[in-house]
Structures are given as structure tokens and as C-alpha cells.
């Protein structure tokens, strides 16, 4: 899974900007500047967006897999917890991620909640 990050990469606050369905982790290239004083700002682009690679079987595009992605970016990412902002799809996987136990989510800001 590709990224782009933002700030101290030392730094223990992180917050994960998850994108809507079509889009790119790069929608939150102003929101990451303006963040990055304050946390390390983390921007995937979900599988098969972006510049990540395409999943060899479709069948795996759907919400299990991107919210694993995301348990395994945020174990990449050395932290205990993240702040989550998701936008659309990033918000359905935010909420995927909120409901597991142990969710490394500390808290979420979500965007474009329409009915899905």
C-alpha cells in the first residue's frame, strides 16, 4: 500500500486520512500541511487506488480487506493509536477499524456520510 506522510515521523501522534471510493490519499495534501506541526499525518492510497497495486483477485475489493490494509499499515507505523479522518469509503473503513476490539482508533472525524 503506497503512502504519503507529513510531519516528524518520530512523532507519536498520527492521524490516518482514508479517502473516499475513487479518489487518492493525495485529497488531503492541505489538511496533512496543516496538521503536520502537530501530528505525523499518514495518507494511504487503498489498494487498487493511487499509486498502490491492484489486488490479483477482485473478488478482495471490499471492506475486510481494506480495513486488514489498514491494521497493517497502522502496525507499520510503530503506534499505539491513531486519530482517523475518512472521507466516504475512508469513513466506512474507519468505522470498520472503530468496531474491532482493541481498535487503535483514539478518535475519528468523518466526512461525506452518505448512504452506502
Given at each position: 500500500m503506497a503512502y504519503t506522510e507529513w510531519g516528524d515521523p518520530a512523532n507519536p501522534r498520527v492521524?490516518?486520512?482514508?479517502?473516499?471510493?475513487?479518489?487518492?490519499?493525495?485529497?488531503?495534501?492541505?489538511?496533512?500541511?496543516?496538521?503536520?506541526?502537530?501530528?505525523?499525518?499518514?495518507?494511504?492510497?487503498?489498494?487498487?487506488?493511487?499509486?498502490?497495486?491492484?489486488?490479483?483477485?477482485?473478488?478482495?475489493?471490499?471492506?475486510?480487506?481494506?480495513?486488514?490494509?489498514?491494521?497493517?499499515?497502522?502496525?507499520?507505523?510503530?503506534?499505539?493509536?491513531v486519530d482517523w479522518f475518512g472521507t466516504s469509503m475512508g469513513r466506512l473503513i474507519g468505522l470498520g477499524l472503530a468496531r474491532m476490539p482493541n481498535t487503535p482508533i483514539r478518535k475519528m472525524l468523518l466526512n461525506d456520510v452518505t448512504a452506502h
Open positions: 492521524l490516518v486520512c482514508v479517502h473516499g471510493l475513487t479518489r487518492s490519499g493525495r485529497d488531503f495534501d492541505e489538511v496533512a500541511k496543516a496538521f503536520a506541526r502537530k501530528y505525523r499525518v499518514v495518507c494511504p492510497d487503498v489498494v487498487g487506488r493511487g499509486l498502490s497495486d491492484w489486488l490479483a483477485d477482485p473478488k478482495y475489493y471490499g471492506m475486510p480487506q481494506y480495513v486488514s490494509d489498514m491494521v497493517a499499515l497502522i502496525a507499520r507505523l510503530n503506534v499505539e493509536t
